[in-house]
């Protein structure tokens, strides 16, 4: 795997990626867990933004989330307030030292499997 191989590295940079997100005025808040060459990001919109996801923002996203590493080539972006908490919990756990890297692949694999049907 390239890009993002350590718990650390996957702490540093899913905080980065979350910052850097978050920027955006389209959004009020982002969760971001960064893996290998992937990252998924969840969003939820300012009150002010109606026009929800479309391709124009998802290219933001994705341009924010490679700004911070470029490595990184498969952007998710999940925005359903399920997928949201999913997201938290996980990224609870890049803090737990029994949480390894290969278990963190498998929760977002299960979360990006269900986004890709």
Do not use: C, H, W
């Amino acid at each position: 795997p390239t890009g993002v191989t350590t718990m650390e590295d996957s702490r540093r940079v899913s905080e980065r990626v979350e910052e850097e997100v978050e920027k955006l005025s389209e959004l009020d808040e982002a969760e971001a867990i960064v893996v290998d060459d992937m990252a998924v990001v969840g969003v939820k919109y300012d009150s002010q933004y109606r026009s929800g996801m479309d391709d124009r923002l998802k290219k933001m996203i994705e341009a924010r989330v490679q700004a911070v590493d470029k490595s990184i080539t498969k952007v998710y972006v999940v925005e359903s307030a399920g997928d949201m908490d999913m997201l938290g919990k996980i990224r609870q756990k890049l803090t737990d030292a029994n949480f390894t890297l290969e278990q963190l692949r498998t929760e977002l694999m299960g979360l990006t499997g269900k986004m890709q049907g």
